[in-house]
């Protein structure tokens, strides 16, 4: 079945430092790929996704490439703010007719620091 | 305009007791899904409705049921609760059901079984 794995957090970065977030997956076929954020006390909002290999999303400073040789997606951000402290949530749909029904990893929360 | 909205936004009930929750989707959308999310875990996948017909359903028990009016809002109901069912349960919605289409969520409704 489709699985997506998250590197663990919290992640603690210093205001302007640089973001990596990991994100591998397993799917049969070939799955659209999302980044999705959570602010406290907010619903997840989408934050970019890709939708085939070697497309790269991006948004607000943030961006992911689909990498299908390593199945992976990984969101990287050049410089983050206290704003950006948030749960990331990476995520993959099925590419049949099932719909748009998300399989979502576990999570990581990150946390900026002024 | 109006995001998806949910009701209540918080609720406590006993083990043993039922329980519905409610989602209007944002005008337009004809597509609505429910997720679980367990505190510290991703969402995970229950139900997705397009067009008053069921189009899709995760891995939970016949106690977990929904339905979708004719105005497109959704119920989901759960019978027979157990304290692992006290989650954050999102409703998520959609133009129509495309894999690659982006989903809008609401806050959630949090659900304490006791």
């Known amino acids: 079945g489709n699985s997506v794995t998250q590197m663990e957090g919290p992640v603690t970065l210093s205001e302007e430092a640089f973001l990596t977030i990991n994100c591998t997956y397993t799917?049969?076929?070939?799955?659209?790929l999302f980044w999705y954020v959570q602010y406290p006390g907010e619903g997840l909002q989408l934050l970019l996704k890709?939708?085939?290999?070697?497309d790269k999303g991006s948004n607000k400073g943030f961006e992911a490439t689909y990498r299908k040789e390593t199945t992976s997606f990984h969101l990287e951000k050049g410089s983050v703010q206290v704003s950006d402290s948030a749960v990331y949530f990476c995520?993959?749909?099925?590419?049949?007719?099932?719909?748009?029904?998300?399989?979502f990893g576990g999570g990581t929360r990150l946390m900026v620091k002024p | 305009d109006a995001g998806v909205t949910q009701s209540p936004t918080h609720l406590i009930k006993t083990r043993g007791q039922h329980v519905t929750l409610r989602c209007s989707p944002i005008?337009?959308?004809?597509?609505v899904s429910w997720y679980q999310q367990v505190l510290g875990q991703g969402p995970q996948f229950i139900f997705q409705?397009?067009?008053?017909?069921?189009?899709g359903r995760g891995n939970f028990p016949d106690r977990f049921s929904a339905r979708q009016f004719p105005n497109y809002s959704s119920e989901l109901n759960v019978n027979a609760l157990l304290l692992g069912d006290s989650a954050l349960y999102l409703c998520?919605?959609?133009?129509?059901?495309?894999?690659?289409?982006?989903?809008?969520f609401g806050s959630g409704t949090q659900l304490s079984v006791l």
């Open positions: 998520a919605s959609s133009l129509v059901f495309l894999a690659n289409e982006k989903l809008f």
């Open positions: 799917a049969t076929g070939y799955p659209s």
């Open positions: 890709a939708t085939k290999a070697d």
């Open positions: 995520a993959l749909s099925r590419q049949d007719n099932a719909g748009n029904m998300l399989t």
């Open positions: 005008s337009g959308h004809k597509s």
């Open positions: 409705y397009y067009e008053k017909e069921e189009r």
